[in-house]
């Protein structure tokens, strides 16, 4: 039963990066047929894809946010990572990650979530 | 403003049928299969319909999905209490808008 773990700051100042790091347990990174994947949540609003990645490293990343994201990941720890550079207020929301079967919308499991406020 | 239109709300009483409607276009709905997801109150999304009609394992039948041309819509039968929750569908888009979109989101309310 593959388990994905959020983990990261809950605060972040205003034009500095968000790192996050999700954990995968019960299962490999390294199996094929599916990406890795963050998605986020504004408070109280919908879900918005972030980005995307493959055990390889080749990634895909929401138009909208590809200048600031970078998605890596590090194969030995089973782990991938999220950074958002220059973040604002309107970065704060509740960051998830999940696994994602390759070139679909079709999300699972998801980690629990965490919350990232950015304020100074 | 989301990629894929969703009715903000909806609702039915305990025991009513309940569908809710996800409208795309040719580069989404209409060529890419569609997802749909369960958010309970403080909790993490969860899948709840697969490949436009497909339960993971665990999911009751009284949901389904269907699709046809660029709309998809997610049916609840039976409705129960705990399927107070929102619901959005998600689909891979093969415009400059994607890769991935999702709805706006629908808040199911059981009176």
């Known amino acids: 039963q593959v388990q994905l773990q959020e983990s990261g700051p809950g605060l972040v100042k205003p034009s500095q990066t968000l790192s996050l790091t999700c954990t995968v347990s019960g299962g490999s990174i390294n199996s094929g047929g599916f990406y890795w994947s963050w998605i986020r949540q504004h408070p109280g609003k919908g879900l918005e894809w972030i980005g995307s990645i493959y055990f390889s490293g080749k990634t895909y990343y929401n138009p909208s946010l590809k200048s600031r994201v970078t998605i890596s990941v590090d194969t030995s720890k089973n782990q991938f990572y999220l950074k958002l550079s220059s973040v604002a207020a309107a970065d704060t929301a509740f960051y998830y990650c999940?696994?994602?079967?390759?070139?679909?919308?079709?999300?699972?499991?998801w980690g629990q979530g965490t919350l990232v406020t950015v304020s100074s | 403003q989301s990629v894929l239109t969703q009715p903000p709300s909806a609702s039915g009483t305990p025991g009513q049928r309940v569908t809710i409607s996800c409208s795309g276009r040719s580069s989404n709905i209409g060529s890419n299969t569609v997802n749909w997801y369960q958010q309970l109150s403080g909790t993490a999304p969860k899948l709840l319909i697969y490949d436009n009609n497909q339960r993971p394992s665990g999911v009751p039948d009284r949901f389904s999905g269907s699709k046809s041309g660029t709309s998809a819509s997610l049916a609840i039968s039976g409705l129960q209490s705990e399927d107070e929750a929102d619901y959005y569908c998600a689909a891979w888009d093969d415009s400059l808008d994607g890769p991935v979109v999702f709805g706006g989101g629908t808040k199911l309310t059981v009176l």
């Open positions: 999940a696994r994602e079967e390759e070139y679909n919308s079709r999300f699972d499991p």
